[in-house]
């Protein structure tokens, strides 16, 4: 099962900032926390992942808490195409046998 | 993102057949996960692998399913004798050497009729 919580749903305006909130309370020292996205039935797409510390890259940020029980994902500037369903997932880096486990993930709607 | 090609990207199948699915790699990639998604429902994985063995399965993943990657070429995944409850869309997501994280391909559509 996974180890991750995540509001089922999400709107937000075309422009906004999107931030989808996910919650791993029983996160292990050497877990991180990874984000991907489904549009429609499309692979699912990597985003960022990270482990203690703010992460940012060209498509999105990721923001640990200190205490490391929960994330944010922040889409700065969510266009049409950000309309996905968002899934958190907490995974040991280096252990390459350790699949992705998938939880119901958090759909985005972007609206115009 | 490194390219990940899966071939067919549909496939109609009879119950009952056999079907291949393919995952043509990139020469650094060093695990491969298969997932399935049924329509409608979550993504669960089903198998990953590594130097020719596999590392670690679900319980999804029962005898009708295989996986091997001959002479080092296309990484297949073989379900042997196809149910109406296999179709899905599968995909690969391979991990490259010196990476953690799995890019996804675009999925193989299966349907058994």
């Known amino acids: 099962d996974a180890k991750t919580t995540q509001p089922t749903s999400m709107d937000c305006a075309e422009g906004r900032a999107a931030n989808l909130p996910c919650n791993h309370s029983?996160?292990?020292?050497?877990?991180?926390v990874y984000w991907y996205r489904q549009i429609h039935s499309q692979g699912p797409q990597y985003i960022i992942h990270g482990l203690k510390n703010n992460e940012t890259n060209e498509m999105a940020s990721l923001i640990i808490t200190e205490d490391r029980k929960s994330s944010t994902l922040i889409l700065p500037h969510a266009t049409l195409r950000d309309t996905a369903v968002y899934y958190c997932?907490?995974?040991?880096?280096?252990?390459?046998?350790?699949?992705?486990?998938f939880g119901p993930g958090t759909r985005l709607s972007v609206l115009p | 993102e490194p390219e990940v090609t899966q071939t067919p990207s549909h496939q109609v199948t009879q119950m009952g057949q056999e079907v291949i699915l393919r995952c043509v790699p990139i020469s650094n990639h060093l695990y491969f996960y298969w997932y399935r998604q049924i329509l409608g429902q979550k993504v669960e994985f089903l198998v990953s692998?590594?130097?020719?063995?596999?590392?670690?399965k679900s319980e999804i993943f029962d005898d009708q399913f295989s996986v091997e990657r001959p002479d080092g070429s296309n990484f297949t995944l073989k379900i042997r004798s196809t149910k109406l409850e296999d179709s899905a869309m599968y995909f690969c997501?391979?991990?490259?050497?010196?990476?953690?994280?799995?890019?996804f391909g675009q999925g193989t559509r299966l349907t058994v009729v």
């Open positions: 997501a391979p991990i490259t050497q010196g990476n953690t994280e799995a890019f």
């Open positions: 029983t996160i292990s020292g050497n877990e991180y």
């Open positions: 997932i907490v995974r040991v880096v280096g252990n390459y046998g350790q699949n992705f486990v």
């Open positions: 692998f590594y130097n020719n063995e596999i590392s670690e």
